[in-house]
T-cell receptor
Framework: DTAVSQTPKYLVTQMGNDKSIKCEQN?????MYWYKQDSKKFLKIMFS???????INETVPNRFSPKSPDKAHLNLHINSLELGDSAVYFC???????????FGPGTRLLVL | AQSVTQLDSQVPVFEEAPVELRCNYSSSVSVYLFWYVQYPNQGLQLLLK??????LVKGINGFEAEFNKSQTSFHLRKPSVHISDTAEYFC?????????????FGKGTKLTVNP
């Protein structure tokens, strides 16, 4: 039944490590997104993929690399984690040229 | 690029009181506006959206918003709030870039409903 799912829900790791967050949507949508929500609750888009093709990259450091193996998945890999990467990461999806985005439950990343 | 400003970072109210959460957008020829709600430790859920047509938009959980072009506002209202409405509320505007949608969010308004 879950429309947009993310794993893991919580991720605690050390500085310098590499980690991945997975996102899957079963809505048949063409477009998927990653958003970052900082400690002040500010939400900002990081990436957007349309049919497995990168469309938007909002000046995110190269340490962040999205990977879309198919239309239903958009994973986020982060290299050399830094303290400032601690945040909640939300995946979302939508139909192409449709207005409503559906969000996943979020992945709470804490870098120690 | 379009943007939104949420004027209040926190709004405390008593249960069963009316509430208005304010949102202003940057002026543009056409604008698509949204309100999302985030309950504690959860993801975002769409409350309502304005695309075109009637300026009064009704959403879920008894919320409504009015699109006001002259005042470039899209304020969210509820006539009587419940404790369960305690959450963070985000106003957002759609930007269309490179063949893809992008939502630009306001900084959020924390609504706290007290008994």
């Amino acid at each position: 039944d879950t429309a947009v799912s993310q794993t893991p829900k919580y991720l605690v790791t050390q500085m310098g490590n590499d980690k991945s967050i997975k996102c899957e949507q079963n809505l048949g949508h063409d477009t998927m997104y990653w958003y970052k929500q900082d400690s002040k609750k500010f939400l900002k888009i990081m990436f957007s993929y349309n049919n497995k093709e990168l469309i938007i990259n909002e000046t995110v450091p190269n340490r962040f690399s999205p990977k879309s193996p198919d239309k239903a998945h958009l994973n986020l890999h982060i290299n050399s984690l830094e303290l400032g990467d601690s945040a909640v990461y939300f995946c979302a999806s939508s139909r192409q040229n449709q207005e409503t985005q559906y969000f996943g439950p979020g992945t709470r990343l804490l870098v120690l | 690029a379009q943007s939104v400003t949420q004027l209040d970072s926190q709004v405390p109210v008593f249960e069963e009181a009316p509430v208005e959460l304010r949102c202003n957008y940057s002026s543009s020829v056409s604008v698509y506006l949204f309100w999302y709600v985030q309950y504690p430790n959860q993801g975002l859920q769409l409350l309502l959206k304005y695309l075109s047509g009637s300026t009064l938009v009704k959403g879920i959980n008894g919320f409504e918003a009015e699109f006001n072009k002259s005042q470039t506002s899209f304020h969210l209202r509820k006539p009587s709030v419940h404790i369960s409405d305690t959450a963070e509320y985000f106003c957002a505007v759609r930007n269309y870039q490179g063949g893809s949608e992008k939502l630009v969010f306001g900084k959020g308004t924390k609504l706290t409903v007290n008994p």
